[in-house]
């Protein structure tokens, strides 16, 4: 248990940048390095937590978790890649706050609004990719993201009306082809 | 904003959400067009979320420390932690359900739905309503646009070049 926690604290500490490089670095200790799942184990747990809310690799330390290690293994592995993570981020934020009123930080923010902006709307762009349909199937699906763009920019219903009238329509009319978004999902 | 309001704000937006920033549409409605939390912030929770280590979903505990310090960073961590581990009664119970076709279908719909309303926020993130944006302020969006999508760039990279630019040009 001991070794699952340091691998999971390595991933946690050692993965900037977000989701792909943290499911590079799980993929490279738990299969490659430490041999704890094969290829075909990972992949799968990896496919399941496509489905999930929210965070989808904090399901996917979850599940390793559990593979490996069962009821404790869940708690070991998510604790141990989001705690000190989440205490880097907060220890991050505490610091930004001592100059966020300094004139160079307010530039900084500036250049950094459209930044994270347009980040925003090329992972949209991954997500439309990853889980639109080819052929005309795909008009309908672009049409779902244009109403749900088109309803949030223009009108003040909720988002979350939208998500769940947008997931009802797709159990009832969208379900012919697995969706498959490794890259947006990994966000 | 009290301990436990924030607590179900943040699960409620996180269970409903697919992906770390699938989250930030609902959150802006429920944060900033309430007054919680202002832009600049939510920006600012999103570079710390991008430079910082683990999981890009993680820019939400940046967001609730600036709310309520430790405390909110604690509760944002719990918070959105525990709606991802539904998987696990789930695969155990329903593996077959979850493979099916009309589940695949829900989740296509909320994914698409989601990739709408990220579009209308990183458009409202880059040309806030009511303000006009510097021709170098587009041009950074379209880039890191096109950065994220092609995913060749480190994220950290393209916060830090925005910001660069941003003190270069802005001052």
Same mark, same amino acid.
């Given at each position: ?6 691998i ?7 993965s900037v ?13 738990l299969?490659e ?9 990972f992949?799968e747990?990896?496919a ?37 993570a ?44 990853g ?16 109403v ?10 909720s988002?979350?009306?939208?998500i ?18 490794p ?5 | 904003?009290e301990?436990?309001? +924030? ?6 937006d996180?269970?409903l @959400?697919?992906?770390? &920033?699938?989250? +930030?549409?609902?959150l802006?409605?429920?944060?900033? =067009? %309430? ?6 912030q939510?920006?600012? @929770? &999103?570079a710390? $979320?991008?430079?910082? %280590? ?6 939400? !505990?940046? +967001?609730g ?6 405390l909110?960073?604690?509760?944002a ?6 709606p ?5 009664? =789930? %695969? ?5 359900? &979850?493979l ?5 279908? +829900?989740?296509?719909? =909320? #994914?698409?739905?989601? #990739?709408?309303?990220?579009?209308? %926020?990183?458009?409202?993130?880059? #040309?806030?309503a ?8 587009? @041009? !950074?969006?379209?880039? #890191?646009?096109a950065?994220?999508?092609? $995913?060749?760039?480190?994220? @950290?990279?393209?916060?830090?070049g925005? =910001? ?6 802005a001052?």
């Amino acid at each position: 248990m001991r070794e699952l926690a340091k691998i999971f604290i390595a991933v946690g500490t050692q993965s900037v940048g977000g989701g792909t490089s943290v499911l590079l670095l799980l993929r490279r200790f738990l299969v490659e390095r430490e041999h704890r799942l094969s290829e075909r184990e990972f992949t799968e747990a990896w496919a399941l937590c496509q489905l999930s809310p929210g965070i989808h690799l904090v399901a996917l330390a979850g599940l390793l978790g559990q593979r490996i290690a069962g009821r404790r293994g869940v708690l070991v592995a998510v604790a141990g890649m989001m705690i000190p993570a989440a205490t880097i981020t907060a220890a991050m934020t505490a610091a930004y706050g001592l100059i966020a009123g300094e004139p160079i930080a307010r530039a900084a923010l500036a250049g950094m609004a459209p930044a994270t902006g347009g980040m925003t709307l090329g992972l949209a762009i991954v997500l439309v990719n990853g889980a639109r349909r080819h052929g005309l199937r795909a008009t309908v699906d672009i049409a779902l993201v244009a109403v749900a763009f088109a309803v949030l920019w223009a009108t003040t219903l909720s988002s979350v009306a939208v998500i769940v009238v947008a997931a009802t329509f797709g159990a009832l009319f969208l379900g012919r082809e697995r969706p498959t978004s490794p890259e947006g999902a990994s966000e | 904003m009290e301990p436990l309001q +924030l607590f179900l704000v943040l699960l409620k937006d996180s269970a409903l @959400a697919l992906g770390g &920033l699938g989250s +930030l549409p609902l959150l802006r409605q429920d944060l900033v =067009a %309430t007054g919680v939390v202002t832009d600049a912030q939510l920006v600012e @929770a &999103l570079a710390i $979320g991008r430079l910082s %280590t683990g999981p890009s979903g993680l820019w939400v !505990v940046s +967001l609730g420390y600036q709310m309520s310090g430790p405390l909110g960073a604690a509760i944002a961590l719990v918070a959105s932690s525990l709606p991802p581990l539904v998987i696990l009664p =789930a %695969t155990a119970v329903a593996r077959r359900w &979850l493979l099916s076709v009309p589940f695949a279908g +829900l989740v296509r719909g =909320a #994914a698409l739905a989601t #990739a709408g309303l990220l579009c209308a %926020t990183g458009v409202s993130l880059i #040309a806030p309503a009511g303000d006009v944006p510097s021709w170098w302020q587009v @041009a !950074v969006g379209i880039a #890191a646009a096109a950065f994220t999508y092609q $995913g060749r760039l480190h994220p @950290a990279v393209v916060v830090i070049g925005g =910001a660069g630019l941003g003190i270069l040009l802005a001052r």
